[in-house]
């Protein structure tokens, strides 16, 4: 089944332990962003990337790494992590070619 | 920055009315997108409508883009209570960039 998965579904978490968020999707998709979703704040980009080694800033970047070191794999890093941090989490995919978005089940973090 | 507003933020309907939510944008954009969440679960693609184009079907749903505007509208007709979930609709300034998501509309659909 073509799907992109992240892990983990939920996690609590403690300030400054870092963590990592696992997210892979098995269409060959070139594209690969990672969103966070505030209520009254909406969906915003903070990481995307284009292919294998190439990643960009997105609008809320600060706090969080990326890296692609792989087509199918794309973690999204929180090296301190902070509790405005705390939100709920997507990782997406697209073949591009002006094709929509698959996007993952979500994780869901709080940080304490 | 979110660069979409929708209007209404949220909709109450009975079973087997359409419903009608509108986006608006701020630059020029290569496409527009619909997408659907259930509770908080991830968005799933509805529809893509390209710049050059004003109006796009899909099944129930139908979509119109007025670039001079920089607005699009969603109608999804005869509405069904698994239809109740928030839209989003989402621009996109080139082919596989980044999405620039509005605040979305909560729909309810009242059996």
């Known amino acids: 089944e073509a799907q992109v998965t992240q892990n983990p579904r939920y996690l609590i978490t403690v300030t400054g332990k870092k963590l990592t968020v696992t997210c892979s999707q098995n269409?060959?998709?070139?594209?690969m962003s990672w969103y966070r979703q505030d209520p009254g704040l909406g969906l915003r980009q903070i990481y995307y990337?284009?292919?294998?080694?190439?990643?960009d800033k997105g609008d809320v970047p600060e706090g969080y790494k990326v890296s692609r070191k792989e087509k199918r794999n794309f973690p999204l890093i929180l090296e301190s992590p902070s509790p405005n941090q705390t939100s709920l989490y997507f990782c997406?995919?697209?073949?591009?070619?002006?094709?929509?978005?698959?996007f993952g089940s979500g994780t869901r973090l709080t940080v304490v | 920055s979110q660069q979409g507003e929708e209007d209404p933020q949220a909709l109450s309907i009975q079973e087997g009315e359409n419903a009608t939510m509108n986006c608006s944008y701020k630059?020029?954009?290569?496409?527009l997108q619909w997408y659907r969440q259930n509770s908080g679960r991830g968005l799933v693609h509805l529809i893509l409508?390209?710049?050059?184009?004003r109006e796009k079907h899909s099944g129930r749903l139908r979509v119109t883009l007025d670039t001079s505007k920089k607005s699009s509208s969603l109608l999804i007709t005869a509405s069904r209570a698994a239809d109740t979930a928030s839209y989003f609709c989402?621009?996109?300034?080139?082919?596989?960039?980044?999405?620039?998501f509005g605040g979305g509309t909560r729909v309810l659909v009242k059996p």
């Open positions: 630059t020029s954009i290569n496409n």
């Open positions: 989402a621009s996109q300034k080139a082919a596989g960039n980044k999405l620039t």
């Open positions: 990337s284009m292919n294998v080694e190439v990643t």
């Open positions: 997406a995919s697209s073949i591009g070619q002006e094709r929509g978005y698959t």
């Open positions: 269409m060959n998709h070139e594209y």
């Open positions: 409508i390209r710049s050059n184009e």
